[in-house]
């Protein structure tokens, strides 16, 4: 029942189906992904870039524990899983542009722990 918690998850289902365009039309033009602890990505075409490097490193599964929202704020936790057995648990937290169903993501902070301690970026 909630827009937002509906939105996300198909933004990971996107990811895993390779469609850049359905995650380009979720994010706003002056987006910031905080890589907590490692870097900060800006802009539309550089997340692009950033979410490719999973899929050429041999991504194969996105699992999502939850998906929270709240507003203009959402979280959601899972794991990533790519072929040579690498995983990566995931929380990201989103911040919205407004607080409408159509509301295009601002800002996304991703705390990552590699649970192999392979380098995937």
Same mark, same amino acid.
């Given at each position: 029942n909630s827009p937002k918690k509906i939105l996300l =998850? &198909?933004?990971? +289902?996107?990811? #895993?189906n390779y469609d850049d365009s359905f995650?380009? &039309?979720n994010l706003s033009d002056d987006i910031i992904l905080n890589i907590i602890g490692d870097r900060e990505i800006v802009g539309k075409e550089n997340i692009i870039s950033t979410i490719n490097v999973f899929i050429e490193k041999g991504l194969s599964? =996105? +699992? =999502? &524990?939850?998906a =929270? #929202?709240?507003g203009n704020t959402a979280a959601v936790h899972g794991s990533v899983f790519f072929k040579d057995n690498l995983q990566i648990d995931f929380c990201d937290i989103y911040k919205f %542009?407004?607080?409408g169903k159509?509301? %295009?993501i601002k800002e996304i902070s991703s705390y990552l722990i590699n649970l192999s301690n392979h380098k995937i970026l």
């Open positions: =998850i &198909n933004i990971y +289902k996107a990811i #895993t995650i380009l &039309n599964e =996105i +699992k =999502i &524990n939850d =929270i #929202t709240h %542009k407004g607080f159509n509301a %295009k």
